[in-house]
């Protein structure tokens, strides 16, 4: 066995070694068969400039060698390297053989496997499809539950509205109003909503056998909660009972009552709701008839049909004889005063009668109508507010406040015909606007309409009561009037405190008819002024009468404010114009000589060719007039300015321009002296200008 296994090895050496130049054979017989053939040189030229750059190429040329050689020299390399790699090969053969081997096992080990996981695949295509299977039953399960779930949460939420529980039963029957009472019957109202609500379940069975319970119970229910709340309506008519308070703490804590009743029992709701107007409007219209009734006898009255800026004074005639009222009352006819603060007290409380009748206290008609008018206010607030929060109806307030409307109308009715205050008229406009403006930023609208009209009555009664003033100064008997008095009179002073207040009263306002009826009022006393002041037979005390009512009036008008406007105006441009007047008069009076001789002669200029110039003998008699008396004379005028006029500083401001104006005059005097010929003769006799400017300084340091 050995000796045929070497025998082989050297068999297969001796084949190892063989010729390889007999296998390859003569590569010159190719060598000449390629010369035998012929040649193509298609393309060569193309070849030969590509080489062109070629390094080898370059070097073998550089050489000198030939290009055949050089062929042959390659190609025996490259068979030598062939050769090389062949018997490479060759002694590689056995590695290649167990290469081969190892390849083979593994196919077999491949395929082991590939069949192995065929098998797993087949398998795994069969879990899959069992798992889809299943998975299709997952869903189909869940949807039947979600379906029986929303089955069971229906019939749960059925069984649960349209069940009477026992306990519900027990607590509707035979329970008292109390808080659990409410609770019950909102879940008896969800109950009967519930079997209102689907007409499917009007059908059920389950509804026949419990909608009869229902019914008993609704019945049970609405009678217990009517004569409970109407228990509680009746505690409204008590005497001395706070509504208020018992509304809020007792009512609206019940009421769920009412809601119950409007959506269950329509007529019962309807009777409680007609049972609560009726009691609160009979409770309210006597609570405000009272309250009226004690305000009443709060009243002090201003003024009467009589009390007019035009009508004369009534005098005692007698010993034993009265004024018509009070003196204090009758200045508040005219001038505003401390009537003006009712203005600022708008959010004080309402007055409380028996407390001010006790302390014997008396008001003007303006205060008890605030007072009466804030208790309204509040009241329709607190009633507006509870109605719709009890009630849900707005309208309802109307309904009860029909009765205490018609009550407090009965009142004004009765005062507004005979009430001939004009400044309170003014006054409670201005409250009812103030009242409005305070319903607004409650934002209650309820008493709108209301206070609309109180405002549309008043004001054509404060513009009758203003005719009647207008009217009376201009049918004013002027004999009768009239006093020979130069001092201001009352009709003027009565027209200044009026218009004072009126304007005082309009300044936030603006009212232009008001503005234009004051005017009116203006011309008209300034008419009645003239006539009185014409019945003076002279001119003098004619001038000083107006200047004392002028500034009378502009002294009233500026202690009202600073809103005398227009009108103020007015009387200050007569009041300088009348100062002047006066001026005039009261120079002539005492140096009449002097004044004519300045006015006629002493813009002449003595050689101006006139027909009779100015001579010493013409001036010198007023020369010394003058310097005799002019200090006697101002005494005289200063006396007559003292005694003329009221306001001390209005007749000194008088008194200091008529001297001012007689320093002119006499200035004046003094500077035709000097351009008469002979003048300076007169000199001895001339006062100084420094003298009298002296004595004028004099008479005011007395301001």
């Not at 329970?175 to 409410?182: A, D, P, T």
């Not at 201001?488 to 002073?493: I, T």
Request: proline share 3%; aromatic share 8%; with cysteine.
């Amino acid at each position: 066995m050995a000796t045929t296994t070497e025998a082989q090895s050297n068999n297969e050496i001796t084949k190892s070694v063989f010729d390889l130049g007999a296998f390859v054979g003569d590569l010159g017989s190719i060598e000449d068969d390629a010369a035998s053939d012929d040649i193509s040189l298609e393309g060569l030229e193309q070849e030969l400039e590509e080489c062109r750059n070629d390094d080898v190429v370059t070097n073998i040329l550089s050489k000198g060698t030939k290009l055949r050689d050089h062929t042959k020299g390659v190609e025996n390399n490259l068979r030598q390297v062939e050769l090389d790699s062949i018997q490479d090969y060759i002694k590689e053969s056995d590695n290649l053989v167990s290469l081969h081997e190892q390849i083979r096992d593994c196919d077999i080990i491949l395929s082991q496997m590939e069949t192995l996981l065929s098998g797993f695949q087949g398998e795994i295509g069969s879990i899959s499809s069992d798992i889809k299977i299943l998975q299709e039953k997952s869903m189909d399960m869940g949807l039947k539950l979600k379906n029986r779930k929303a089955a069971e949460s229906k019939l749960a939420k059925f069984v649960e509205d349209i069940i009477v529980p026992p306990r519900m039963v027990d607590i509707i029957v035979d329970g008292e109003v109390n808080e659990e009472y409410f609770r019950t019957l909102e879940i008896l109202s969800k109950k009967l909503k519930f079997v209102e609500a689907d007409q499917l379940i009007k059908g059920s069975k389950a509804l026949k056998d419990v909608q009869p319970e229902l019914e008993k119970l609704r019945q049970k229910a609405v009678t217990k909660v009517f004569d409970f709340i109407v228990q509680k309506l009746y505690a409204l008519r008590k005497p001395k009972t706070n509504i208020q308070i018992l509304q809020q703490s007792v009512l609206l804590k019940n009421k769920y009552v009412i809601s119950f009743l409007k959506e269950h029992a329509k007529e019962v709701y309807i009777e409680v709701r007609a049972a609560y107007v009726d009691t609160m409007n009979k409770v309210l219209s006597a609570h405000f008839r009272a309250y009226i009734q004690a305000l009443e006898k709060l009243q002090l009255d201003i003024a009467t049909s009589s009390d007019l800026i035009g009508v004369e004074t009534t005098r005692s005639t007698g010993l034993f004889s009265t004024a018509r009222g009070p003196l204090k009352n009758k200045s508040a006819v005219f001038a505003l005063g401390e009537r003006i603060n009712i203005l600022k007290d708008m959010d004080q409380p309402a007055l409380i009668p028996h407390i001010a009748e006790a302390g014997s206290q008396k008001y003007p008609y303006e205060v008890l109508f605030r007072s009466l008018h804030k208790l309204l206010m509040d009241t329709a607030t607190s009633e507006y507010l509870f109605c719709d929060d009890f009630f849900g109806e707005e309208s309802i307030f109307y309904e009860i406040f029909a009765g205490p409307f018609a009550v407090v109308d009965e009142h004004f009715n009765s005062i507004l015909p005979n009430c001939y205050d004009a400044i309170g008229l003014m006054l409670m406009i201005r409250i009812i606007h103030q009242h409005q403006l305070i319903m607004s930023r409650r934002r209650i609208p309820c008493l709108d309409s209301y206070l609309d009209k109180v405002n549309i009555a008043l004001w054509p009664r404060f513009k009758m009561v203003f005719d009647l003033h207008l009217s009376s100064l201009r049918n004013a008997n002027v004999k009768t009037l009239w006093e020979d008095d130069v001092h201001p009179h009352y009709v003027m002073r009565r027209y200044a405190e009026f218009t004072a207040s009126l304007i005082h009263l309009n300044v936030e306002y603006g009212d232009g008819q008001l503005e234009l009826n004051m005017e009116r009022l203006r011309m008209a006393i300034d008419d009645l002024l003239m006539k009185l002041a014409k019945t003076f037979p002279k001119p003098k005390p004619q001038i000083v009468f107006l200047i004392n009512n002028y500034d009378m009036t502009i002294a009233v008008l500026k202690e009202a404010g600073s809103e005398g406007g227009k009108i103020q105006l007015h009387f200050e441009e007569l009041l300088k114009s009348n100062t002047s007047m006066f001026v005039e008069e009261l120079l002539l009076e005492h140096f009449s000589d002097l004044i004519k001789f300045v006015k006629s002669r002493a813009s002449e200029e003595p050689g101006s060719g006139t027909e009779k110039p100015i001579t010493v003998a013409e001036v010198e008699t007023i020369v010394k007039d003058f310097a005799s008396r002019w200090k006697a004379a101002i005494e005289l005028m200063h006396k007559d300015v003292i005694t003329s006029f009221s306001n001390f500083l209005c007749g000194m401001e008088i008194l200091r321009a008529a001297l001012t104006q007689l320093l002119l005059y006499y200035t004046r005097l003094s500077d035709t002296i000097k351009k008469i010929v002979g003048g300076s003769a007169l000199n001895k006799d001339l006062v100084s200008i420094s003298s009298i400017m002296y004595e004028i300084r004099k008479y005011s340091r007395t301001f």
